[in-house]
Structures are given as C-alpha cells and as structure tokens.
C-alpha cells in the first residue's frame, strides 16, 4: 500500500489531483473503489459480529443496505459528475454549493460532514481488533500501525493513492468474500456440513436460526417497519463525501451506466461476509466468550492454517483501509478546499499560486490531524462497530436526502427549500436518536425518520418558494 502510495504520488500535481483523481480512471476500476468504500471494516467485522451474536434478523441488514445505496446512487451519480466536470467542483459540500448557488449550503455541509469522523473511528477500531486477534499485537499498537501507514500513502497522493490501492483492496475483499460465500454454502469446517452447520445454529442460537425474520423487542429488527426504515437510511448512502466525490474520478460521464452495471455486481455480492457470523455460531459456538465483532478473524483461525489464514487477515485489512484513505481524504478536503479554498481565499489578497500551495499543503497535512485524532479516539473500542459507524453517518444522511437526491431528481428543487431541508433533517436526526429527546437509540431507524422528513420538507418548501426568483438555482447545463 506503501508503495501504491509513491505511484498515486507521481500523478499528483496539483489540488485538484490530490482532491478528486479528475477523469482519470475506467469504470472497472471505480466500481471496485466505490464497492470499496462501501464495504467497510463495519461489512467485514461489524455486520458478522451482529449476525454471530443476533442470528438470521440481522442479515436484513447486508442484504437490504447494499440494494438502496445502489438506487440511491443511481439518481445523482450522473449529477454529481456533470457538476463535477462543468463547474470543477471537487467535494460533495462544493456541488451542493454550487448546485443550490449557495455558499451557506455549502459551509453547513461541511461541519455537518465532519460527523464523519465517527466512520473513521470504527474503521481503527477494527483495523486494532485484527491486529490483536489474529497476529495477537496489541491492540493500541495496531491503531499505531494502521494509522502510520494510511497516513504516508494518503499524504502522499492524496486521491490518486486511495483510488490505486482501493482498486487493489476491492480485488482482495472480493475473494475473501468468495470465500466466505463457498465455506457456509459447504458448511466448512463443520461436521455434518451444511446441513450440521443449520442444526448447530439451531442448536447455539434458537432465537436467531433460520425460522427467524425478525427478532421481537429489538430496536433495529423487531418489526418489518424497523427494517424499512433502514432500507430507507440507506437510500442517500452513496452521497456521502467520501463516496459521491468518486464519481469525478470516472474517465467519461458516457461511462456511467458501466459503472453503475460494474458496482451494483461487487457491491450487493459483499456483504456475503455477514453468513461468516452465521458459520461462525456453528464452528466457535455460541457463547465462545469473544467480542462479536471478533468473529471473521477467529473464524480464520479456527479453519484454516496459519498462512492462509494471514492472507485472508489481509483482506479484511482491506476493507477497514478501503474505506478509511477515502473518509480521511474527504475530511482535508472540507478543511482545505470547502472552508479554505472557497470560503477564506475570495475574502483575502492572496496570489492565486500562494493559495493553490496553500491548499495543497492543508489537504496533506490535515490528512495527519484527522488520523491522529481517530488514534485517539478509537482507543477505547465501542461495543458496536455497525451500530458506531452510524451514529454520524446518520446525520450526514438525514442532511443531505432531500437537497442530493430531490436536487437530482426534481427541477423545480428551489434553494430555499435545499436549506431548509438540511436543516430540518439533521435536527430531526438528532432529536429522534439523542436521549436528551426521545431517546430512539436505533441509528438507522433515526435516520430513516429523518431522511423522510427531510426529502418532504424539501418538497413542500420548494412548492411554496418556487415562484421566488431569489430561488432559482443553476440548471444542469450549467
């Protein structure tokens, strides 16, 4: 990855490379980045955690999750690249910005965005739980590690190395997804194969074998309407800064419907990972003792030999990298080009060549705060990878459903009705999730309720404005 880092060095020449990778690679490959990103450490470690320590109810989580990103994405990917490609524009908070003609759009955005800061914990939380459970360094040393060698590859090439060893990343999960896939279907590892391995789970988990759809009492999937509502917090999924600022980087906006074809394949097929919980209640046993979340590797270590069993330890290394470079580039970005690019720069008299090296040099070097900060603060693990993860996704979701994907789909989207609906979903999240309001403690049930309050608001308040010239906002040809 190191040395990945040097290539996306090479082709790194200015901000806008270190940004976005403008146009420079095929759809294959940024399929294999986007799947990427979306399948994080939290698919690898924290959706089989769930399944391993739940049973069956959890898996409406990886198969549902997947299926509404890739709508979701296929509504403003497209947009999102023209905007890119038209107007230079390089993070999701600059297309909104620019989207809506609204610089307050824009700054909101982008501390609303550095929410994402929770997704880059989790990742270091299981990057250390890998660590620890399969070479059995020690926990706080593996943070160490993960963050010294993500902070000189995405320093480095910024863009560029994350599009380059995501790629690469992409291929690994895939394989050891495969993997997973073959080894539950067979029943590896379990006497009797797949039909012992059903018994077993009968046998450890009763309340979550195969006969159960849904887990009475539980917040996240005690009912149909639960899981509707994760489906739901999962539509603007793929608009996330880390993931919508992917969609410049394509060659060609003529390669779109290739790209949507390329990652609808890799990423619903995925989160296969979460049937690794479900074996590992058969080979580990039910109550093993382990942290849920530990499950993948200490099923690694239970079924194959040691070599192997590193090779795969690296996959789903993988994954937690895959999606951490991206997370990291995109909060410098918000430092770099959202508040010092296109906030403090018109407001001063600063040379266009001093500001571009300015800029640059805060992209890079923000890169190593961030990482630090996310050292620091996964030091004490959560007990929930997926459940974590969420609790800042959630608002970024709830912020951006109705001016992303009502901007895409609907014309008469008026600017008005963007802010307020940013506005109002994120506070909704919030009030919905947090004890101090009603204390609704599901992350994704929040940000489902969230995400259809905001997409109405967007609605109804455009309806309302429409008519106001103040209103009018750039059209997608610009």
Known sequence: MI???????????????FATARSSYSPLTMALVIAAGIASGSTFMGIPGLAYSIGTPSLWYPLLYPIATVIGMMFVAKVIKKYGDNFGTRTIPEFIGERYNSEFLRIALSIISILLIFYVISQFVAAGTMFQTMLG???GTGLIITGIVLGIYVFLGGSH???????????????IAMIIFVSFFTGFGVEGGFSGMMDAISQERPEGDFN???????????????????FIAHLPFSIQPHLGNKFMAVKDGK??????????????????????????????????GIHPDSIIPVLFSELFPPIIAAFLAVAVLSAI????????????????????????????NMSEMRAANWELGLSRY??????????LFAWNPPESLAVFLWIGIGGIMAATAGPILMGALWKKATRTGAIVSLLVGNVVYWIVYLP???????PFGASGIAVMVSILVMFVVSLMTGNNKKNQVVSDNG
């Open 212 to 230: 159960s759809f849904f887990l009475p009492g539980d917040m996240t999937y005690g009912a149909f309407w639960l899981v509707a509502l994760l």
């Open 3 to 17: 040395a990945l880092g040097f290539v996306g060095m090479k082709r790194t020449k200015d901000a806008d490379d």
């Open 366 to 375: 923000s890169t190593i705060v961030v990482i630090v900060l996310a050292v």
């Open 137 to 139: 360094v020690e926990y």
């Open 255 to 288: 390669d779109m419907k290739k790209l949507l074809m390329y990652t609808t394949i890799f990423a619903t097929f995925l989160p296969v990972m979460a049937l690794g919980g479900m074996l590992g209640i058969a080979v580990v046993g039910g109550d093993a």
């Open 321 to 348: 990298m895959s999606t951490s470079d991206g997370l990291i580039v995109s909060l410098s970005q918000i430092v770099a080009n959202d508040l010092f690019r296109k906030t403090i720069v018109p407001r001063i």
């Open 436 to 442: 101090i309001g009603i204390g609704f403690t599901n």
């Open 161 to 175: 190395s994350d599009i380059i060893t995501d790629a690469v990343q992409g291929f690994l999960m895939l394989c």
